[in-house]
């Protein structure tokens, strides 16, 4: 079998792989990424790019490039299940845009390219290999051949069905941990620059959105966590019937929906596994590292990105891959996350009933100091650091 060797390699080039491909290369190494697909090429999400991934976007100086393919948003209007409704505007403007996946996330992969990362797509790797108790290589078919490619670190960034996190045994699999979310789009829809979320009685705790495009078209899904999916009724028709009966769903009716609806799974349950084994790194959804309830995951997936390009460098500079150096990395993840988790997970269970998220909406409506927690809650990165 061919063997290839590097000392990095990245698998997964989306918004997690592409940007810690860049950050490996900030910190002097000569990254491999590649990916299964042949970019672009299309990712279910909400396409939301928010605050903290235009922060790192503006860090590696990709920033201005999202602006002019993107459509920004001024920040959410949220709905109860008695249709109160709530405008929650972000603290600063250009800092959150929607943009289609296949179109955001082959630009980042340009970007890294453009700045050296070496990209080869059409590589699907299947397995792990280990020696000596640290995993060493992995074994992939490139453009129909198989390989061997052989480093000193990979950073898995392989998503939410990652199969190096399957390899290594570390893929939490959590009824509770784990969203069950899809989304299509609709042309010609007439929106205000604001995300819309809409907590509806049937798909509590979770909602439906509608995310605004550039050229009137509008990203629209829903989801909620696995263990309350109410088996019998796909994700689709909760949708279609929310659109049909749900006042906030009129401007969809008699539009034209384009594509398939697609669904997906979203893990967030990166507490619970440490995400590394010697010679390897889980980021992103590989590392389950989704927000709960707000199914942020883009952002989260570049800052551990960043994270992992931090942690590989001191592995080499102190020759060391083993855990002695690696576990650096779940302990300055959780420094990060692990406080914003807990307090969206506690707002989560909260809203497992229509009476609690309508009294929640109302409180927040009707008293300006809980409105500007709640906006401090919900747009963390724009606070973080000046308090
Ligand atoms: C319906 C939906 C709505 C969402 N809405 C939002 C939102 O609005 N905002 C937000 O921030 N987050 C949202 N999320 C979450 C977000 O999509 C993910 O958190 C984000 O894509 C994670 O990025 P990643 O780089 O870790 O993984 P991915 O984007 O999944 O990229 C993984 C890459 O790995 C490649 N790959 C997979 N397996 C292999 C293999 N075996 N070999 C080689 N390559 C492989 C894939 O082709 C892919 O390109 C949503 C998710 C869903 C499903």
């Given at each position: 079998?061919k063997t290839?060797?590097r000392?990095?390699?990245?698998?997964?080039?989306g918004p997690?792989?592409?940007?810690?491909s860049?950050y490996?290369?900030?910190?002097?190494?000569?990254?491999?990424?590649?990916?299964?697909?042949?970019f672009?090429?299309?990712?279910p999400?909400?396409?939301?790019?928010?605050?903290?991934?235009?922060?790192?976007?503006?860090?590696?100086?990709w920033?201005?490039g999202?602006?002019?393919?993107g459509?920004?948003?001024?920040?959410?209007?949220?709905?109860?299940p008695d249709?109160?409704?709530?405008v929650?505007?972000?603290?600063?403007?250009?800092?959150?845009?929607?943009?289609?996946?296949r179109?955001?996330?082959h630009?980042?992969?340009k970007?890294?390219?453009?700045?050296?990362?070496?990209f080869?797509e059409?590589?699907?790797v299947?397995d792990?290999?280990?020696?000596?108790?640290?995993?060493?290589g992995v074994?992939?078919?490139?453009?129909?051949?198989?390989?061997?490619?052989?480093?000193?670190?990979?950073?898995?960034a392989?998503?939410?069905?990652?199969?190096?996190?399957?390899?290594?045994?570390?893929?939490?699999?959590?009824?509770?941990?784990?969203?069950v979310?899809?989304?299509?789009?609709y042309a010609?829809?007439?929106?205000?620059?604001?995300?819309?979320?809409?907590?509806?009685?049937d798909v509590l705790?979770?909602?439906?959105?509608?995310?605004?495009?550039?050229?009137?078209?509008c990203n629209?899904?829903?989801?909620f966590?696995?263990?309350?999916?109410?088996?019998?009724?796909?994700?689709?028709?909760?949708?279609?019937?929310?659109?049909?009966?749900?006042?906030?769903?009129?401007?969809?009716?008699?539009?034209?929906?384009i594509?398939?609806?697609?669904?997906?799974?979203i893990p967030?349950?990166?507490?619970?596994?440490?995400?590394?084994?010697?010679g390897c790194?889980?980021?992103?959804?590989?590392?389950?590292?989704?927000m709960?309830?707000?199914?942020?995951?883009?952002?989260?997936?570049?800052?551990?990105?960043k994270?992992?390009?931090?942690v590989?460098?001191e592995?080499?500079?102190?020759?060391?891959?083993?855990?002695?150096?690696?576990?650096?990395?779940p302990?300055r993840?959780?420094?990060?996350?692990?406080?914003?988790?807990?307090?969206?997970?506690a707002?989560?269970?909260?809203?497992?009933?229509?009476e609690?998220?309508?009294?929640f909406v109302?409180?927040?409506a009707?008293?300006p100091e809980?409105?500007?927690?709640?906006?401090?809650?919900?747009?963390?990165e724009?606070?973080e650091?000046k308090?």
């Amino acid at each position: 079998m061919k063997t290839i060797e590097r000392d990095v390699i990245i698998v997964g080039a989306g918004p997690g792989g592409s940007s810690c491909s860049a950050y490996m290369k900030r910190q002097g190494f000569d990254p491999l990424l590649l990916d299964k697909d042949v970019f672009p090429r299309e990712k279910p999400c909400g396409d939301c790019q928010s605050g903290v991934t235009t922060k790192l976007l503006a860090e590696l100086g990709w920033l201005e490039g999202l602006r002019e393919i993107g459509f920004e948003n001024y920040g959410i209007t949220m709905t109860s299940p008695d249709y109160t409704k709530l405008v929650v505007e972000a603290p600063n403007r250009g800092t959150r845009y929607d943009t289609p996946r296949r179109i955001y996330d082959h630009y980042c992969v340009k970007r890294a390219v453009a700045e050296g990362v070496e990209f080869r797509e059409n590589v699907w790797v299947y397995d792990v290999i280990w020696e000596d108790g640290k995993v060493c290589g992995v074994k992939a078919k490139v453009d129909g051949e198989y390989v061997q490619i052989r480093f000193r670190m990979v950073i898995g960034a392989d998503g939410s069905h990652s199969i190096i996190a399957k390899k290594i045994k570390m893929f939490p699999d959590n009824d509770n941990d784990v969203a069950v979310v899809g989304r299509c789009y609709y042309a010609d829809v007439d929106m205000e620059p604001f995300n819309e979320i809409h907590f509806d009685k049937d798909v509590l705790p979770g909602y439906v959105w509608l995310f605004p495009e550039k050229d009137k078209l509008c990203n629209v899904g829903l989801g909620f966590n696995r263990d309350l999916y109410k088996e019998g009724k796909t994700l689709e028709e909760y949708l279609d019937s929310w659109i049909e009966t749900s006042p906030f769903g009129e401007k969809l009716r008699g539009k034209r929906r384009i594509g398939e609806f697609r669904g997906w799974r979203i893990p967030s349950g990166s507490q619970a596994m440490a995400n590394v084994v010697p010679g390897c790194i889980l980021i992103g959804d590989a590392g389950s590292m989704v927000m709960p309830l707000t199914g942020e995951g883009i952002g989260p997936a570049m800052v551990t990105g960043k994270l992992a390009s931090e942690v590989t460098r001191e592995a080499f500079d102190e020759n060391d891959f083993s855990l002695n150096v690696l576990s650096r990395y779940p302990e300055r993840r959780d420094k990060i996350y692990g406080p914003k988790y807990q307090s969206i997970k506690a707002m989560e269970n909260a809203f497992s009933s229509a009476e609690a998220v309508d009294g929640f909406v109302h409180k927040i409506a009707e008293n300006p100091e809980v409105k500007a927690g709640f906006q401090k809650q919900w747009y963390y990165e724009s606070y973080e650091g000046k308090e």
